[in-house]
């Protein structure tokens, strides 16, 4: 594993912060850019934050196993549609997906125990449904097809609820190697992303 890699994953982990953040100030604050010429730029921007952050999420992925997906796809670089990277790396590592997880306090030898997160976060399923729907806001609407409603089944902060509960503590497992990463997306007082690199005992 490069050392590298993992200060790559942390810097999309942070840049995802700041995505969910910007998406923030329309929810939460009242921020809108609607007076810039349409009332479809808010949603539009908001879109455009979901969808970096998916991508980001799925480039993470690559990020934690290029090692071996490397080997297999010679062309990795070139790799950007998150639909097929996902199942690429599926095929690689079927354990690919951050693994959310719950803090669950000290065990009896004074070492802070984590499990898996029940439900609540982002599954793969949801991932790719709301990649398409994101795109279906972002693209240009052919002028002879019938408009419709593009329906997202849930609130924008369901959304984000769901990308925090699984990303805020979570586990990689790295094809090809012992170790795992886990992720704290603020860890300590400087609210920064942190991951720690653990061994099986």
Request: with cysteine; aromatic share 12%.
């Amino acid at each position: 594993m490069d050392e590298t890699d993992i200060k790559k994953y942390c810097r999309n982990m942070e840049e995802i912060k700041t995505r969910v953040s910007a998406i923030q100030k329309f929810t939460e604050e009242s921020v809108s850019i609607s007076n810039l010429g349409s009332i479809d730029f808010d949603i539009e921007f908001i879109a455009l934050q979901l969808r970096k952050i998916l991508e980001l999420i799925c480039f993470s992925g690559l990020i934690a196993n290029k090692k071996v997906y490397s080997k297999i796809y010679d062309k990795y670089a070139n790799h950007w549609n998150p639909k097929y990277l996902l199942k690429d790396l599926e095929r690689v590592n079927p354990n690919y997906y951050p693994r959310p997880l719950v803090y669950s306090g000290l065990n009896k030898e004074k070492v802070h125990g984590y499990t898996s997160r029940k439900d609540g976060f982002l599954t793969k399923k949801e991932f790719l449904f709301l990649y398409e729907k994101c795109g279906a806001i972002l693209h240009s609407r052919n002028p002879y097809k019938v408009p419709g409603v593009i329906d997202f089944k849930k609130s924008i902060s369901d959304w984000l609820s769901s990308i925090f509960l699984l990303l805020s503590t979570h586990e990689m497992k790295l094809m090809g190697a012992s170790e795992t990463w886990m992720v704290i997306m603020e860890y300590s007082t400087n609210k920064n992303v942190h991951a720690l690199i653990t061994s099986p005992a």
